[in-house]
T-cell receptor, first 113, second 111 residues
Framework: QQQVKQSPQSLIVQKGGISIINCAYE??????FPWYQQFPGKGPALLIA?????SEKKEGRFTISFNKSAKQFSLHIMDSQPGDSATYFC????????????FGKGTLLTVNP | DVKVTQSSRYLVKRTGEKVFLECVQD?????MFWYRQDPGLGLRLIYF???????EKGDIPEGYSVSREKKERFSLILESASTNQTSMYLC??????????FGDGTRLSIL
């Protein structure tokens, strides 16, 4: 049973466009929702994270939108750049970031110049 | 800067061998984790540890064991390697309440 469903599997965006990746979860006990960015040959790195007491969090060009009632959250990348081309993973955990993370299957983002 | 070091980037072993994957972190983190990453499946947690000599099963522990004799080192052991354990293995560490930091992975091939 997949607890975090991520879509789309791959995404192609033109430079300057908006990239949107969506995730849905099933377990209402989840209370921490990070997004990780992974470049080829590297491990994932934390990009941005949100807790369910806020509906949106913005860091630079990256924004998480969170809908608790729908059990969905999404990553928006504004003004997408070729350097943003990477695989993005959403995740969820109970009890904060030091507990085990349940990951989505990942989205391969390609930003064309 | 947090550094999580995995001893090998690439490893080739034979079916039935006992395989050790090593991970070391330099930030005195209490928590350490082993994941495997497969195309289309994302990252799946194998085992994690909250403290020295402590371990807990993740989502896919079958065929694996772990060892944490020192705080900075967390080893993943494949008792009798099989071809379906060919994968990318990622180690991570974290301090309580802080994000997990990942190593760059070990790509393991079992022939």
């Amino acid at each position: 049973q997949q607890q975090v469903k991520q879509s789309p599997q791959s995404l192609i965006v033109q430079k300057g466009g908006i990239s949107i990746i969506n995730c849905a979860y099933e377990n209402t006990a989840f209370d921490y929702f990070p997004w990780y960015q992974q470049f080829p040959g590297k491990g994932p790195a934390l990009l941005i994270a949100i807790r369910p007491d806020v509906s949106e969090k913005k860091e630079g060009r990256f924004t998480i939108s969170f809908n608790k009632s729908a059990k969905q959250f999404s990553l928006h990348i504004m003004d997408s750049q070729p350097g943003d081309s990477a695989t993005y993973f959403c995740a969820a955990s109970i009890g904060g970031s030091n507990y085990k993370l349940t990951f989505g299957k990942g989205t391969l983002l390609t930003v064309n110049p | 800067d947090v550094k999580v070091t995995q001893s090998s980037r690439y490893l080739v072993k034979r079916t039935g061998e006992k395989v050790f994957l090593e991970c070391v972190q330099d930030m005195d983190h209490e928590n350490m984790f082993w994941y495997r990453q497969d195309p289309g499946l994302g990252l799946r947690l194998i085992y994690f540890s909250y403290d020295v000599k402590m371990k807990e099963k993740g989502d896919i522990p079958e065929g694996y064991s772990v060892s944490r004799e020192k705080k900075e080192r967390f080893s993943l052991i494949l008792e009798s390697a099989s071809t379906n354990q060919t994968s990318m293995y990622l180690c991570a560490s974290s301090s309580t309440g802080q994000p997990q930091h990942f190593g760059d992975g070990t790509r393991l091939s079992i022939l």
